[in-house]
């Protein structure tokens, strides 16, 4: 209805830039899955990086233990992926209604060491997708590490 543009000036890419993350060197770990329990990848990476201390950082996506009603304090424990409470709460009535009237506080996890309550959970479970490359921070700094053993679900695409 409105025929209209705006022109945006812009730099290209720059690799001193602080603003942007250098995921470099990106450590292939072929013994690390999504499908990997926690405790078994914190002591493969820390193997692998010959450190002491690993923490799995989640990113974007934080693990939500917990959502309670504002108002009434109701608890429910959907012990998943920040992006799929959407759906977790659609799904329910009373969730819909708690959440329309009152909203929620989230107990969420964003990152994952060996404190972590659910070490038995697999990486796909919190969030972590088949052949993804995880930040790690250790005593020794960040790493960017990828979980090379689902590599094979994704071959086709290399061909």
Known sequence: MHP??????FANFDNNCTAHENWSPVIEILELSADTKIHQALQIIKTRLGVEQVEINLRNNKFVEKISSRITNINFTPMLPESKIPDYINQSKELSDIQANEGFYQNSFENI???????????????????????????????????????????????
């Open 4 to 9: 209209a543009f705006d022109v945006y000036d």
């Open 113 to 159: 060491n060996k404190d972590f309550q659910y070490l038995y959970f697999t990486l796909k479970q919190t969030g972590i997708p088949y052949f993804d490359v995880i930040q790690v921070s250790t005593e020794n700094g960040i790493f960017y590490v990828e979980l090379s053993k689902d590599k094979d679900k994704y071959e086709r695409f290399f061909a």
